[in-house]
């Protein structure tokens, strides 16, 4: 009887350690945490259709767009003043490395995108820096990487701030721009270029 205890005991213990051992390493997922804070939040409540406090999957190969339309756009800002598509945010690897990154495309042609102190004019992108802020009109996000694995999607975290995340900047109005007109930024360009994109690329 107890030679057959001893057994069982064995074997149940081989078995978790060979099922343990045969378990597949869970991936790490990239997680985009983006923080809003716009000065009008509480009355207008521009922020009502985004899901704070909720890590959402997103698949590799989509691109998360921000804007007015919720027919294109992902995440969906209720403001008037803000453009179909405001911004867009791209997930991919570099090239010969393990390394994933984001980048970061103005998608409005009214108003000027502002990573950090790069100003993105219609159709411009760059690297989204691993922390930096975002700025466009009155809005502000701050938007931080935390560096995963998976290859086939990645997750967005958004927070709402209640105090501004620039708290000595002043930040231009979000007004339209005249096609032909020059809009100046409180922001001079500074770091790396923004790249120019062909208007019918694909999204």
């Known amino acids: 009887m107890l030679s057959f205890y001893f057994f069982l005991v064995v074997g149940r213990t081989h078995f978790v350690m060979t099922s343990f051992e045969e378990a597949e390493t869970e991936e790490t997922v990239t997680c985009l945490h983006m923080t809003f804070y716009h000065p009008c939040q509480e009355d207008k409540m521009m922020f009502r259709c985004l899901n704070f406090c909720k890590r959402e999957q997103v698949r590799a190969d989509e691109m998360a767009k921000f804007g007015r339309d919720s027919n ?19 997930f991919y690897r570099k090239l ?10 103005n998608m ?31 809005y502000q996000i701050l938007a931080e990487v935390q560096e995963g694995e998976s ?11 209640e105090v501004p995340i620039l708290q000595e900047r002043c930040l231009p109005s979000l007004q339209p721009i005249p096609e032909n007109g020059i809009s100046s930024s409180l922001f001079p360009s500074q770091g790396k270029s923004p790249t120019e994109t062909d208007e019918n690329e694909s999204c």
């Open 72 to 90: 294109v756009c992902r995440y969906n800002l209720m403001d008037t003043r803000v453009s179909r598509i405001q911004f867009s945010l791209q």
């Open 151 to 161: 290859m086939d999607y990645f997750e967005t975290y958004l927070h709402l701030a």
């Open 96 to 105: 010969n490395s393990s390394e994933f990154c984001f980048e970061i495309k």
């Open 108 to 138: 409005s042609k009214k108003t000027k995108l502002i990573v950090d102190q790069t100003e993105l004019g219609y159709l411009n992108k760059i690297d989204l820096p691993w922390k930096c802020i975002i700025c466009f009109g009155d």
